[in-house]
């Protein structure tokens, strides 16, 4: 049975939890969360913290991030009382970006923006996984066009682990109502338009009737909406 077969086996027919709890256990030790502190992530990480899961949870901080993001970030710490794995970009890359093309380059060109996530997202997503075979993330099908053509169950063929959405069926209102119902710290900037959230140059608020990933790279064509960190084929440029 190869490891993806075994995957959908152990959590066939469970809820986001039972599902997370199951693979806490069967995969201790090489199973991680990645969060961006989100709406779809604060659900994930109250689901991991409050059972006391052992499974890591880990965020990339790009140094780019809004001050709500790190308010978020800080008040998960205080409420839960549980370590966030931290990853920073290495800093000879990043160093010789900015000596070369200044700050906001990433406006330039879509070879920049994708240099750009690639040195402060990409590489250290990659020295998250290092080890893991399970990797949980926040994404929700209805979340952009791209995504609902993935399945919540995937191999990820660029870090040979197997990638498990447990909210991917969820409606957002779903994931609000859980937040209220479990009284879920999240960020200020959802109540001010912005459903996704990256970097602060990078991101602004969605205007009614937007799509969800509007706001993200919105000087880019739609179809180029992706940083590099969800794709499964070794074949897709970063």
């Not at 990645?34 to 790009?62: C, K, P, R, Y």
Request: glycine content about 6%; hydrophobic content about 35%; overall charge neutral.
């Amino acid at each position: 049975m190869n490891r993806i077969t075994e995957v959908e086996e152990l959590i066939k027919g469970l809820n986001p939890q039972e599902a997370l709890a199951a693979l806490s256990v069967k995969y201790a030790g090489q199973i991680t969360f990645s969060t961006s502190f989100g709406w779809e992530d604060q659900v994930i990480a109250d689901m991991i913290f409050s059972n006391d899961l052992t499974i890591e949870v880990f965020t990339l901080d790009t140094g780019r991030l809004f001050p709500e993001t790190y308010s978020v970030w800080s008040r998960m710490r205080d409420r839960y009382k549980k370590n966030i794995e931290t990853y920073y970009p290495d800093r000879i890359k990043l160093e010789a970006m900015l000596s070369q093309k200044g700050p906001n380059s990433f406006y330039e060109s879509v070879e920049n923006r994708k240099e750009c996530c690639a040195i402060r997202k990409v590489e250290p997503l990659n020295r998250a996984l290092q080890g893991k075979q399970i990797w949980i993330t926040g994404i929700r099908a209805d979340q952009s066009l791209n995504r609902e053509q993935m399945n919540w169950i995937e191999w990820d063929d660029v870090h040979q682990l197997v990638k498990v959405h447990p909210l991917f069926l969820w409606t957002l209102d779903e994931v609000k109502s859980y937040i209220r119902q479990h009284n879920v710290p999240y960020n200020a900037l959802h109540d001010r338009g912005f459903p996704s959230i990256g970097c602060a140059p990078c991101t602004r608020a969605v205007q009614p009737g937007e799509d969800f990933r509007a706001g993200r790279w919105w000087w880019e064509d739609k179809s180029k909406k992706e940083c590099g960190l969800h794709s499964t084929s070794a074949t897709i440029s970063i």
